[in-house]
């Protein structure tokens, strides 16, 4: 049984702060739109793209008749979710065998709707693809799209987004107010100085400021900012020295994109050092997040606030040491001593192995096993495995031969002086054992009884062990991350160790000195759980994070620019980004398998509601886990666990495509991997693929059994059962489920899937016939949902009660039961499950004479059926079952009559149609006008128990005034179609046939 969660707000973003007035550009875009359906506008990042779009949206709202949907594509990365994020917007949930996009055009054929797709730029082909499907396959939806790219379509227009106009600052500014640029700066500098405005004395300053950011919106915004602590010409001071930085002395020289640039670098800056870890951090989050999840993906670990070029100067940290120093190279690049791709010089804080604090005689076998501490020898270097100096041998072929070859190569290995390449090597050095006498210090002269520093260690590597062709590649590795050409991280002295104890001391610009004193620890903290907080608060006040409001917690997010730049600045410090990525992975996976665990119980809207919100990080933790090498199990785990998620919330489409690829990533035979097979299984049957999807289950019950787990083995049957149910195999379903519900629930089975197994048994003995069974199986199980206080299951067996006594022909249950259940299901968003239940409760409505509201309700459940499958998946009992409600209403009632009906039943929304089901009685219909003895139409009298909303009021007001439909339109300024529509729906409520008796029934109520 699927379903579908509430979705997230898909209508136009909410603004949070004011909009700077763009008029030319709102009226091109709205002009646009009305000659081509397509639009795309182009710009840089941070030029207010989004932001103009929405405005143009909205503006244009009133003539799509299907409304406006927001599809948000910056937390997206995988091409093929693009058709299911479009799908998700539009309220659609397609459970048919069709490809997705081919199902998303059929679902959207006869709709008026305007489609804004934002952030396209990352997606191209997939956007252009999805585009060109919608124009080709409707007529009535336009597309707004936005991106740094256009989608390279014959009929896309094209609407370029400038920077904001800036003034002359030497020229006449006594209208600068009517500048955008100068009124944006004005207006978030008055949110963080109150009382600022534009005045003579500074319009100048202001404008000059402006025009050295560009006009960019986001520029402006991020260093008005700033005003919290300077004015504006200490502001303008400092933007100016951060220009002449970039460009070498003249800021007219900067591009714009490094204008952007540079501001975001200044904003970085300003920030503390925990802000900018955290800031980076939670650049790996995809979409909004709330202030558990920051915290479990920022704290935890050592990292450097800055990940910059690593200079020679830097290297030890107390004074200056040549690269000379080691051992004449030209260099090296030093992430390349660690040999993998964890634990570089550069970010030896952040490793999740060997980091600086091994240096001091941590717990970690790092530096200090350099001095024979806790009696290690050279050996204890590798860091436990991790890439200590033993892994020098494996940087880039470099120096290879002066290391044993064994996968975690102590220092005992370089034992023989033809393995050094020439060198006199190291004599005395027992396998397993300490450093004795005899090792080189640096420059090659021998000090019997010393260790070596780390230049001489580099100087058998690169000076005489690499060939300059091969150093010079070497060389070229630096600069990814944190090599030459970054800045040294901040509050750092140095990339690598100076004067480690014991070993040779080095000497300022030699490479032989130093002092011999513990190099320093790393100036950034272990970041701590409460730390995150103050670090969001710090970035909300600097406007790097946006604040968003939800119904039951606070969300942050990143903008897409800031995200980015986050992004980048991460991946600077090695080892950071995956490790980050992998921290936020297991906090979804711990999200997901803690609502796994409840979703049992009385929580289960809030459970939709906090999943719905975090999708986007979920795809990317799934992503994540898909695409880098020994994290796929995780991610098998994280999309198994997500089954109720991908099944009773709507999304059986996104969860096969991620099960799929974790099963593909995953083929050993683990319990992850029979809990996949048999939620692709169930999914698939959802999208009507059954003999797949049985194959799936049968193969995930044969893995359980190997496995001797009782659980999966017990989930598996169940997905088996509902498939054979389906495939209308009814004596067989029936023992199936017999077996099942005899047995009781086994050690691990979920009650959720337990609570099913008797739904379907319930099932399948009301289509056998045996009613009374089937409502003594749901009695039992509804029992068992009202002691967890459960509310999805207990919707299917509220439904199986209906159904059973419809087999009874008690009606007056059946429609009691029913409504029970749709109430239900419209809390937890169940839109297939709300279906099912509108075809029920018409069917009954025809037994109990209620034609029109039988009419009116064929009218909305077939209108939500056309978001799922509009031939209810092919199913004979389904379709003969409408078939024979749609004929009883017909013979019923006249042709007109119950067209007006079904009309007025397509035309409701989804809760509008769940509240006239439960609330309209079916022994009551809506009084019309008397008919005379012809049967036609006479003088309509008062009527009792019509509402007609506030718009319909209105409409009606206007038709008594005489008003035809396109009068009616201006007036109200909306679409003719939606006057059409509001007429429509007033002549089906009032039961009238013409505007004369609107128009008599409104004078009659007066």
């Given amino acids: 049984m699927g379903g579908s969660a509430p979705r997230r707000d898909h209508q136009l973003p909410v603004e949070t702060t004011s909009f700077v007035d763009r008029r030319g550009e709102l009226a091109a875009g709205r002009e646009l739109l009305t000659r081509t359906r397509l639009v795309t506008l182009t710009g840089p990042g941070g030029v207010g793209k989004t932001r103009l779009a929405a405005r143009i949206a909205a503006a244009v709202r009133r003539t799509f008749p299907d409304g406006v949907r927001y599809v948000h594509l910056s937390g997206l990365d995988d091409p093929e979710l693009v058709p299911l994020a479009a799908a998700d917007a539009l309220d659609l949930h397609d459970h048919s065998a069709r490809p997705p996009l081919q199902a998303l055009v059929e679902r959207v054929r006869d709709r008026r709707l305007l489609l804004l797709i934002d952030n396209c730029e990352h997606l191209l082909p997939a956007c252009a693809e999805l585009a060109a499907a919608l124009l080709h396959g409707t ?37 600068a107010e009517g500048y955008p640029a100068l009124a944006l700066f004005a207006d978030r500098a008055a949110a963080v100085v109150p009382g600022f405005r534009l005045t003579a004395a500074n319009r100048a300053a202001v404008a000059r400021l402006c025009r050295r950011l560009d006009g960019l919106p986001l520029a402006i915004e991020l260093a008005a900012v700033r005003m919290r602590v300077l004015d504006v010409d200490q502001l303008l001071d400092r933007l100016d020295d951060r220009y002449r930085l970039l460009t070498g002395g003249s800021p007219a020289a900067l591009p714009r994109h490094q204008t952007l640039r540079a501001a975001v670098d200044w904003s970085h800056e300003l920030c503390t050092e925990r802000e900018r870890l955290v800031w980076a951090r939670l650049s790996v989050l995809a979409g909004s ?66 980091g600086w604090e091994g240096v001091t005689g941590a717990d970690r076998a790092g530096w200090a096993g350099m001095a024979g501490a806790d009696g290690a020898g050279w050996e204890g270097v590798t860091g436990a495995g991790r890439a200590g100096w033993a892994g020098v041998a494996g940087a880039d072929g470099a120096g290879r031969e002066g290391v044993a070859g064994a996968d975690r190569p102590g220092w005992e290995g370089v034992t023989a002086a033809d393995r050094a390449g020439g060198n006199e090597a190291a004599r005395g050095v027992r396998t397993g054992g300490e450093v004795t006498a005899g090792v080189l210090p640096a420059g090659g002269a ?16 690169v000076g005489r062990g690499v060939p300059p062709r091969e150093r010079g590649r070497a060389w070229g590795l630096v600069g990814e991350a944190g090599g030459l050409g970054a800045e040294p991280a901040v509050g750092s002295r140095g990339g690598a160790p100076g004067g480690v104890e014991g070993a040779a001391p080095l000497e300022d610009g030699t490479g032989r000195g130093g002092g011999g004193e513990k190099p320093p620890a790393p100036t950034t903290p272990r970041i701590h759980p409460h730390d995150v907080l103050d670090a969001i608060v710090g970035l909300v006040d600097k406007s790097v994070l946006c604040r968003e409001s939800a119904p039951d917690t606070t969300r942050y997010r990143l903008l897409d620019t800031l995200r980015h730049y986050g992004l980048e600045r991460l991946r600077r410090l090695p080892g950071e980004e995956p490790a980050a990525r992998r921290r936020q992975r297991d906090w979804m996976l711990h999200r997901a398998a803690t609502c796994e665990s409840t979703w049992f119980g009385p929580g289960q809207r809030q459970i939709v509601a906090r999943l719905r919100a975090d999708q986007d990080n979920l795809r990317a933790a799934l992503d994540f886990s898909l695409t880098t090498p020994g994290e796929h199990l995780p991610g098998l785990r994280l999309a198994g666990t997500l089954w109720f998620y991908w099944h009773a919330c709507g999304a059986p489409r996104e969860g096969r495509h991620w099960l799929d690829r974790a099963l593909a990533a995953n083929p050993e035979p683990t319990r992850e991997r029979a809990r996949g097979l048999w939620i692709a299984g169930l999914l698939a049957a959802a999208t009507h693929d059954l003999t797949a999807g049985l194959a799936r289950a049968r193969d995930a019950h044969a893995l359980a059994r190997v496995l001797d787990d009782e659980a999966e083995a017990a989930h598996a049957e169940y997905a088996i059962g509902v498939i054979t149910l389906f495939l209308d195999d009814l004596p067989t379903a029936l023992k199936h489920f017999e077996a099942s519900v005899a047995r009781g629930p086994v050690p691990g089975q979920h009650l959720s899937l337990h609570g099913l197994d008797q739904v379907e048994l319930a099932c399948a003995l009301g289509f056998l016939g045996e009613a009374d069974r089937a409502v003594e199986v749901c009695e039992r199980a509804r029992q068992m949902c009202e002691r967890h ?39 937890v968003h169940d839109v297939l499950g709300i279906a099912l239940t509108l075809d029920l409760l018409a069917g009954v409505a025809t037994q109990t004479g209620a034609h029109e509201r039988a009419a009116v309700l064929l009218g909305t459940a077939d209108r939500t059926w056309s978001a799922i499958d509009r031939d209810r998946w092919g199913s004979a009992a389904l379709n003969a079952a409408r078939h024979d409600t749609e004929t009883r209403a017909r013979a019923a009632l006249d042709g007109p009559a119950f067209r007006r009906a079904y009309e007025r039943g397509t035309a409701l929304g989804l809760t509008e149609s769940v509240d006239y089901a439960i609330n309209t009685a079916t022994s009551t219909t809506v009084t019309t006008a008397p008919r005379t003895a012809n049967g036609r139409p006479g003088s309509p009298r008062p009527t009792t128990g019509v509402h007609l909303t506030r718009r319909e009021t209105e409409v009606a007001e206007l038709v008594a005034q005489g008003l035809a439909n396109q009068q009616i339109a201006d007036r109200l300024v909306i679409a003719r179609r939606t006057a059409e529509g509001h007429v429509e729906r007033i002549l089906g409520k009032l039961g009238f046939s013409n505007r004369s008796q609107i128009a008599a029934w409104v004078a009659a109520q007066r």
């Fill in 789 to 827: 206080g459960e509310e999805w299951v207990h919707s299917y067996v509220l439904r199986m009660l209906a159904l059973a006594h419809t087999v009874q022909r008690d009606w007056r249950r059946a429609e009691h039961h029913a409504r029970q259940a749709l109430r239900l299901k419209l809390a």
């Fill in 289 to 354: 997040f709330d202030l558990e999840t920051a915290e479990a993906v920022c704290a935890g670990g050592e990292g450097l606030a800055e990940a910059g070029p690593l200079r020679p100067e830097g290297v030890v940290g107390a004074g200056r040491v040549g690269w000379e120093g080691v051992a004449g190279a030209d260099g090296v690049g030093w992430e390349g001593v660690a040999g993998a791709d964890r634990a570089g010089w550069a970010g030896v804080a952040g490793a999740d192995g060997a």
């Fill in 139 to 175: 007529t009535g939806v336009r597309i707004l799209a936005t991106s740094r790219h256009r989608l390279g379509l014959t009929e896309e227009h094209l609407l370029d987004v400038r920077p904001l106009p800036v003034p002359d600052p030497d020229g006449d500014l006594s209208a």
């Fill in 446 to 461: 021998s000090r019997p009884g010393e260790s070596r520093g780390e230049s001489s260690l580099l100087a058998d590597r």
